[in-house]
């Protein structure tokens, strides 16, 4: 099973050996095993891939991020077919029963909230008791927008009443790099099922080619924001990014079993999928969320 997450920060070149990715820099080479690499992050953009390397790392299924000159997540590898039967998946996907997507996504939010709740509760801040109000209020498909209301009371008591996360502020930085991080870990695990990240439950922007993608991972959200909070952010560097890499590999229980991170990503996948070809929504597994 995969676990490494590989971050690639020099000018070097990366090529494929034997089952080994080969990373050559100025002063080393250094191999690594494909099937240990779970997630791999080119950092500089003075880095140089084979083919040969990057048709392995699809094969295998490694997610590949690439960052822009100021080190930020900016674009990704994404196969066009992950799964054997892809073609039956996606006609089944756009047949999804819409009742059945409603009803994932109304357990999404409430989850995403009850999570957000759990990190204000175990930082000590009272708002908690606010937003398990708004889980008794959520309707179905969340017509009120509990959602939105739950998140002005989040961030506001996460990060002070000045906070936006309209702003050019670290913190901001922090929180947008750690989701970009989890986004691409989901995009893999839509496209290794054999669904397109483009047709979502709830989001339809024509423009987002990641809807489903960011339908999924809202519940996952919290856990990115809790590492930023922990970090009290006053800058946002190589630091920073290193602690929220390491969440990556952190333990999360799902399903009654700890988790890696990525691998609890993979158990809710598969789990959130599964409800939605079987119309049942008690198959689904939610991660923990626990301080």
Request: overall charge neutral; hydrophobic content about 35%.
């Amino acid at each position: 099973m995969s676990w490494r997450t590989v971050v690639i920060t020099k000018t070097s070149k990366l090529d494929y050996s034997l089952g080994y990715m080969v990373v050559r820099d100025i002063e080393n080479t250094v191999k690594i095993h494909i099937s240990e690499i779970s997630v791999l992050i080119v950092e500089s953009t003075a880095v140089s891939l084979t083919a040969a390397l990057l048709n392995e790392l699809t094969q295998k299924k490694v997610k590949v991020i690439f960052c822009d000159e100021k080190h930020s997540p900016a674009f990704e590898l994404t196969p066009y077919y992950g799964s054997h039967d892809c073609s039956l998946k996606l006609k089944r996907q756009i047949e999804w029963n819409v009742y059945i997507k409603q009803s994932v996504w109304t357990l999404i939010v409430a989850e995403k909230i009850k999570n957000q709740a759990e990190n204000l509760r175990g930082f000590g801040l009272e708002q908690y008791k606010k937003l398990y109000d708004y889980i008794d209020e959520i309707e179905f498909n969340d017509k009120s927008n509990r959602e939105g209301h739950s998140a002005k009371v989040y961030f506001n008591a996460m990060f002070g009443k000045d906070f936006s996360r309209n702003s050019d502020a670290p913190i901001n930085s922090a929180l947008n790099y750690g989701y970009s991080l989890v986004l691409s870990v989901f995009n893999r695990e839509v496209v290794s099922n054999g669904y397109i990240t483009t047709l979502g439950l709830f989001h339809d922007n024509m423009f987002n080619q990641y809807n489903l993608s960011c339908d999924l991972m809202e519940p996952y959200r919290p856990f990115v924001d809790r590492v930023v909070k922990n970090m009290n952010v006053q800058k946002f560097d190589k630091d920073e990014k290193k602690i929220i890499l390491n969440l990556l590999n952190d333990e999360v229980v799902i399903d009654g079993r700890k988790q890696t991170f990525i691998n609890s990503i993979k158990v809710y996948c598969k789990s959130i999928f599964s409800a939605l070809e079987d119309n049942n929504t008690d198959l689904i597994r939610f991660p923990g969320n626990e301080l």
